[in-house]
T-cell receptor, first 114, second 109 residues
Framework: GAVVSQHPSRVICKSGTSVKIECRSLDFQATTMFWYRQFPKQSLMLMATSNEGSKATYEQGVEKDKFLINHASLTLSTLTVTSAHPEDSSFYIC??????????FGQGTRLTVV | GQNIDQPTEMTATEGAIVQINCTYQTSGFNGLFWYQQHAGEAPTFLSYNVLDGLEEKGRFSSFLSRSKGYSYLLLKELQMKDSASYLCAVMDSNYQLIWGAGTKLIIKP
């Protein structure tokens, strides 16, 4: 099946710094990618839809100035958590699909802000 | 509002069969997905149903009834590695995935 690669898998950063997470579709072009956040023992929560060449669409309650999304090419989307705080510590997952019946997930990034 | 309901936790015995139910209320319907998620890992795709009926894929089967807003995931010949969370998700009329909270399945020897 298709492969979506997400990097890094784990990151620890100091409060107030920024962290960039990359999501790459390795064997297909993804005009749309999705970014999710998942807190322990909770379901995936869609943060934003990333569209190649245009601005991301953010879900209600998600601060677009804090979670910067860039989808500069058909195979790469990045999520930057700016001025991270401990409450931003979470599991961040990206996904991309070859069609509406398929959604392939990256490996996820465990962010810990200390 | 949109809502996906599935049990929080289930326990089953190795070698047995377990059925995980999912009911949904969404604005429109473009398919129902089941994903498996092991602790600390990203979800992996299990099945997709868009028409009523049963889809079988090895030890896993998924059933859909659109009129009832109901689906189930059936796991046969349970193995210890099947211990995971199982997520039900529905694609609505805007092609957005609405996620259930997941069912944690515990397999006992």
């Amino acid at each position: 099946g298709a492969v979506v690669s997400q990097h890094p898998s784990r990151v620890i950063c100091k409060s107030g710094t920024s962290v960039k997470i990359e999501c790459r579709s390795l064997d297909f072009q993804a005009t749309t990618m999705f970014w999710y956040r998942q807190f322990p023992k909770q379901s995936l929560m869609l943060m934003a839809t990333s569209n190649e060449g245009s601005k991301a669409t953010y879900e209600q309650g998600v601060e677009k100035d804090k979670f910067l999304i860039n989808h500069a090419s058909l195979t790469l989307s990045t999520l930057t958590v700016t001025s991270a705080h401990p409450e931003d510590s979470s599991f961040y997952i990206c996904s991309a699909g070859k069609g509406i019946t398929e959604a392939f997930f990256g490996q996820g990034t465990r962010l810990t802000v200390v | 509002g949109q809502n996906i309901d599935q049990p929080t936790e289930m326990t089953a015995t190795e070698g047995a069969i377990v059925q995980i139910n999912c009911t949904y209320q969404t604005s429109g319907f473009n398919g129902l997905f089941w994903y498996q998620q092991h602790a600390g890992e990203a979800p992996t795709f299990l099945s997709y149903n868009v028409l009523d009926g049963l889809e079988e894929k090895g030890r896993f089967s998924s059933f859909l009834s659109r009129s009832k807003g109901y689906s189930y995931l059936l796991l046969k010949e349970l193995q210890m590695k099947d211990s995971a969370s199982y997520l039900c998700a529905v694609m609505d009329s805007n092609y957005q995935l609405i996620w259930g909270a997941g069912t944690k399945l515990i397999i006992k020897p």
